[in-house]
């Protein structure tokens, strides 16, 4: 399930294949309680998107389900909270307590391993089968979904690009930065923040640690390169060495652009600073797009978005996904849920919703916005690479330890040296 770059079809597969994520056990690919018969007149879906274009990708995929499976009842699960980390604890609660969900949403890729590991979730190999999604799913991504035990345990609704920079035309107009450059690296980049600092404008808005840990991403990405970054993750990579040191003073600079009351904010409201212009630049997947369609906002126009300086060609990976947990109540809802979120109809209705593009390869892109058809193609043509902060690089314990010490470093709690310390422990196991 580990991302690995996309130079060519073949090239992907067998390398997504090398680094897929190891699971423990299997059940041959037949749900073991989705058999036949109970639990299929409701469903509870266990999700975080409870506002904005979240809520709002969400709702339009209930719609479609509705449609589609009119005799099972809808029952919102949704936990308010950025990237989940509400839901993910509260998640974790009912799991060990024996009372899941009748479906949850994860991060397709080692996001699973730990639930995978706990016995918590079951195989749905049999169900791609059964609703054509190994044909309607680029090969390559069943690749990546697919465990070493042979078995797939999710399915992906979507497919987001991390390594985006959105910015506010009119507030590098005004401060004399042309809005159609380009940047070469992140020292281009960085001397029109520079600029921007000088002036009095807020040059880059983030928002809680979460989103900071976004931004270490791509920094890292952008300097490490395609294998270099991969590498972090297969341990091919030093943490310790003196590329991930010089990355890590690149995140420190441009910590210093940021806005003074990130740690109180969540990421519609520091995306909410670009759009408003009070900042210039932000840093965030392309969920953020549905925020400026919403607000009926061009794009060339009233924003633009381009991957973050130095990882042009590179597209930085997640999907939004959903399981069988081991126990549902309604495994039969749970089915019906599944069918509906792997069906062209529903990934057409969620992802224009949501700003994100179809992980189906049957669904026709004329009819989505500008940016979405972009990125559907760079999907196609560019390196793909597993974002680490929304759970398709690393397990759910390795990410909490790297937020934990993003936190301590952005907050002034800790340096450098220790922050580096703190990054190679955490992905020492």
């Not at 936990?79 to 509260?90: N, T």
């Not at 000088?198 to 490490?224: F, K, N, R, S, Y």
């Not at 210039?280 to 369609?293: H, I, K, L, R």
Request: charged content about 20%; overall charge negative; some cysteine.
């Amino acid at each position: 399930m580990r991302g690995a770059p996309r130079t060519s079809a073949i090239a992907a597969v067998a390398a997504v294949a090398a680094l897929t994520l190891a699971a423990c056990g299997g059940n041959g690919g037949e749900p073991e309680s989705g058999g036949s018969g109970g639990g299929g007149d409701e469903v509870e879906v266990f999700t975080w998107w409870a506002a904005g274009s979240e809520k709002a990708g969400l709702d339009a995929l209930v719609g479609v389900f509705e449609q589609q499976h009119p005799d099972v009842t809808f029952v919102n699960g949704a936990v308010a909270g950025g990237a989940g980390s509400q839901a993910k604890d509260l998640l974790q609660t009912r799991l060990q307590a024996q009372d899941p969900p009748d479906t949850f949403q994860a991060h397709a890729g080692a996001e699973l391993q730990d639930y995978i590991d706990a016995a918590q979730i079951e195989s749905v190999t049999a169900l791609y089968d059964e609703f054509g999604l190994t044909e309607a799913f680029p090969s390559d991504l069943v690749d990546r979904l697919t465990a070493d035990d042979g078995e797939i345990y999710s399915v992906p609704s979507n497919i987001h690009r991390a390594n985006v920079v959105w910015s506010n035309p009119q507030v590098l107009t005004d401060n004399g930065i042309d809005p159609a450059a380009t940047y070469a690296d992140l020292d281009a980049w960085m001397a029109d923040l520079d600029k921007l600092k000088a002036a009095g404008v807020t040059p880059l808005a983030v928002a809680q640690a979460w989103t900071q840990v976004h931004l270490l991403e791509t920094v890292l990405l952008a300097d490490l390169g395609v294998e270099g970054y991969s590498g972090l993750w297969d341990g091919s990579t030093d943490w310790s060495g003196p590329e991930v040191t010089a990355a890590l003073e690149d995140f420190e600079k441009l910590m210093g652009y940021t806005n003074t009351d990130r740690d109180g904010l969540d990421w519609p409201e520091s995306q909410q600073l670009v759009i408003d212009g009070k900042a210039a630049f932000t840093v965030m997947g392309d969920w953020a797009e549905a925020s400026y369609v919403e607000q009926g906002k061009k794009l060339g126009s009233d924003y633009t978005a381009f991957p973050v300086p130095g990882t042009d060609g590179v597209f930085d990976f997640l999907a939004d996904s959903f399981t069988l947990p081991v126990g549902a109540p309604h495994p039969d809802g749970a089915k019906a849920w599944l069918e509906t979120v792997g069906s062209a109809e529903g990934q057409e209705a969620f992802n224009k919703a949501k700003g994100s593009i179809p992980a189906r390869t049957d669904v026709d892109m004329s009819t989505f916005g500008e940016y979405q058809q972009s990125a559907a193609e760079s999907f196609k043509s560019d390196a793909i690479v597993s974002s680490l902060a929304h759970g398709a690089a690393v397990p759910v314990a390795t990410l909490t330890a790297i937020t934990d010490a993003t936190s301590k470093f952005t907050s002034g709690a800790s340096d450098l040296a220790g922050f580096q310390s703190e990054l190679a422990a955490a992905n020492a196991g």
